[in-house]
C-alpha cells in the first residue's frame, strides 16, 4: 500500500490527469476546435452513455472475435512451421527464401488479394489478420526450436527419443519462452489489422465505429472508441501476460 | 548451391503450375490472373513511370514521418533518460498512450490535416516514436556514469556534454530503435494509403484491384515484396557497418 502513495506515483498519476485537465478548460474556453478535440468530459460521457445502452459492446466483441480468431490461426500454423524450420535444414532450405521475400510485405497490402478472393466478408479480414499476426510468433519459434540447448539433445539421445518425442517433450517446452514472447507481438499486431480491416471493408467493429464517427463529425464518439480500443490492447496485453507467467511457471521453480 | 535449388523449388512450381493451369483452361476464375500478365503489366507500369512515382511518394512519407519520429523521441527520451524522476511520472501516460494502433488515429488525422502528406507522415510519426523514444531511455541509461564525471571534470557546457559525449556513446543503441522504426514506418505509409489516402504505393495497389486490373494488383504486391526487402536489407548493414558508429566532427 505504501507504494501506491509514493509522491512519484502521485506525480505521474497527477501528471496525466492535469494533462486532462488542460485539455477540458482549453476546450470549455473554445480555444481548441471542438470538432477536433471535444473537451475530456464530453467523451467520457459518450462512451458511459454506450456502454449504457449496449451499443459498443456489440462492436467490440466483434473486433476482439476477429482478433483472437485471426492470432489463434496464426498461432498454431506459426509453431507448426517454425518448429520444422528451426529443427530440420531441409525444411528451412526449402521454405526460408519463400518466406523471407513474402516477409516484409506489409500486411495491409493483402488486403486487396484476400478482398478478391473472399469478399469483403469476415473471413478476408481474419485471413489478413493470421498473415499479418504470423511472422513474430514463426521467427520466435523458429528461434526457439533452432537453440535448443545442446544438453537437451544429447538427454534425448540417450533416452531413445524418436523425432516425434524429441519435438513434442524437448524443444516444444524448451522453444516455449520464445514463442510466448513472440506471441505477445503477434496479438498486438492482430488487434491493429482487425482495426485496418474494418476501415477498408465496413466490417462491424471498433474501426468502424471511430471511422464513421469522424465521416458524421461525431468526434465525442471518436475518443470514446479510440478509449475501448486503447482499453482492449492494454487487457489483451496483460492477459497473454498471465498466461506466459502461468506457462513458464515451471521455469521460475527451477531457479 | 543446393540451397538455392531447393529454396527455389516452391516459389517457382507454385508460379509455374498457376500460369499452365490458367493456360490450360484448368483454372477459369478472372481474378486470379497468371504470372505472364503480371509481368507485363509490371513492366507497363514500371515504363509509364507511374510504379516509380507512387514509390517516391510512399517513401517521401514515410521518411518524414520517420524523421519527425526521430526527433521527438531522440530528445524526449534524452530527457528522459538522464531525468529517472521524471520518467517514472511520464511513464504512465506513455504507456496509456503507446497500445493504441497508430491506425486507429486515421480519422481524427483526417480531421486535423485533410488528405495528403500530412495525414499519412503524422501517423507515420506516432507509431515510430515509441519504439525510438524506449530505445533512446534505455541507451541513454546504459551510458557508462564514468563518462559523464570525465565531463564533469572538463566543465563542459550542457550542449558539448550532449554532442560530444552523451550522443556518441548512445548512439550505436539508438540506431537499434531507428531501424527498427524505419521497418515499421513503410508498413504503416502503405496501409494509411491503402485505407484512406489517395495518393502513393498502397493507393494504386487498391486501385488496381478495384478496378479489376489483376495483373496489376500482382505487379505492385510483388515490387512492394522487393522494396521491403531492399529495405531491411540495408537496414541490417546499416546495423553492421561503419555507420552504426558515431564519428563526432
Request: positive net charge; charged residues 10%; contains cysteine.
Amino acid at each position: 500500500m505504501r507504494r501506491l502513495f509514493d509522491p512519484i506515483n502521485l506525480a505521474a498519476l497527477g501528471s496525466a490527469l492535469s494533462l486532462l485537465v488542460i485539455w477540458q478548460l482549453l476546450a470549455d474556453a473554445h480555444l481548441i476546435s471542438p470538432i477536433f478535440f471535444p473537451s475530456p468530459l464530453r467523451a467520457l460521457v459518450v462512451l458511459q452513455r454506450r456502454l449504457a445502452d449496449g451499443s459498443l459492446w456489440l462492436p467490440l466483441a466483434a473486433t476482439s472475435l476477429r482478433m483472437v480468431v485471426g492470432w489463434l490461426l496464426a498461432s498454431v500454423v506459426g509453431i507448426v512451421l517454425g518448429a520444422a524450420i528451426g529443427s530440420s535444414r531441409f525444411a528451412r532450405d526449402l521454405l526460408d527464401p519463400t518466406l523471407e521475400f513474402i516477409r516484409p510485405l506489409p500486411a495491409s497490402a493483402v488486403i486487396p488479394v484476400a478482398i478478391l478472393f473472399l469478399g469483403l466478408s469476415n473471413a478476408m479480414s481474419v485471413t489478413v489478420i493470421a498473415f499479418g499476426a504470423i511472422w513474430p510468433v514463426l521467427l520466435a519459434s523458429v528461434h526457439g526450436f533452432a537453440t535448443v540447448p545442446s544438453e537437451l539433445t544429447n538427454v534425448s539421445q540417450a533416452l531413445g527419443f524418436g523425432r516425434r518425442d524429441f519435438l513434442r517433450k524437448i524443444a516444444f517446452p524448451s522453444a516455449l519462452p520464445d514463442i510466448v514472447a513472440g506471441l505477445r507481438v503477434s496479438l498486438a499486431v492482430a488487434l491493429i489489422l482487425a482495426v485496418v480491416t474494418e476501415m477498408q471493408s465496413s466490417l462491424p467493429g471498433l474501426g468502424w465505429e471511430i471511422f464513421s464517427a469522424q465521416r458524421t463529425y461525431r468526434s465525442a464518439d471518436l475518443y470514446a472508441g479510440l478509449i475501448m480500443l486503447a482499453l482492449l490492447g492494454f487487457l489483451a496485453n496483460h492477459l497473454i501476460m498471465l498466461l506466459e507467467w502461468r506457462v513458464l511457471r515451471w521455469r521460475n521453480l527451477l531457479t | 548451391m543446393r540451397r538455392l535449388l531447393l529454396g527455389a523449388i516452391i516459389p517457382a512450381s507454385f508460379l509455374i503450375i498457376w500460369e499452365a493451369s490458367s493456360r490450360t483452361g484448368l483454372l477459369t476464375l478472372e481474378s486470379l490472373s497468371r504470372p505472364s500478365d503480371f509481368v507485363v503489366a509490371g513492366y507497363g507500369a514500371l515504363r509509364d513511370g507511374s510504379l516509380l512515382l507512387a514509390t517516391l511518394q510512399t517513401c517521401e512519407t514515410a521518411l518524414l514521418g520517420l524523421a519527425i519520429a526521430a526527433v521527438i523521441g531522440i530528445t524526449a527520451g534524452t530527457i528522459l533518460g538522464l531525468l529517472p524522476t521524471a520518467e517514472r511520472v511520464a511513464g504512465p501516460t506513455v504507456e496509456a498512450l503507446r497500445p493504441i494502433p497508430a491506425i486507429a488515429f486515421m480519422p481524427l488525422a483526417l480531421m486535423m490535416f485533410g488528405f495528403g502528406v500530412g495525414l499519412e507522415a503524422s501517423i507515420v510519426a506516432y507509431a515510430c516514436v515509441w519504439p525510438i523514444l524506449i530505445v533512446t531511455i534505455a541507451a541513454v541509461r546504459a551510458v557508462e556514469t564514468r563518462l559523464f564525471e570525465v565531463a564533469a571534470m572538463l566543465e563542459l557546457p550542457l550542449w558539448k556534454r550532449m554532442t560530444k559525449i552523451l550522443l556518441p556513446a548512445a548512439f550505436a543503441r539508438i540506431n537499434v530503435g531507428l531501424r527498427i522504426a524505419a521497418a515499421i514506418s513503410l508498413v504503416v505509409a502503405v496501409t494509411v494509403e491503402i485505407v484512406l489516402n489517395p495518393r502513393g504505393l498502397g493507393y494504386h495497389l487498391i486501385l488496381a484491384e478495384q478496378s479489376l486490373q489483376i495483373g496489376l494488383m500482382w505487379a505492385q504486391i510483388v515490387w512492394l515484396c522487393l522494396l521491403g526487402y531492399v529495405l531491411n536489407l540495408v537496414l541490417s548493414h546499416l546495423g553492421r557497418g561503419p555507420a552504426a558508429v558515431w564519428k563526432p566532427v
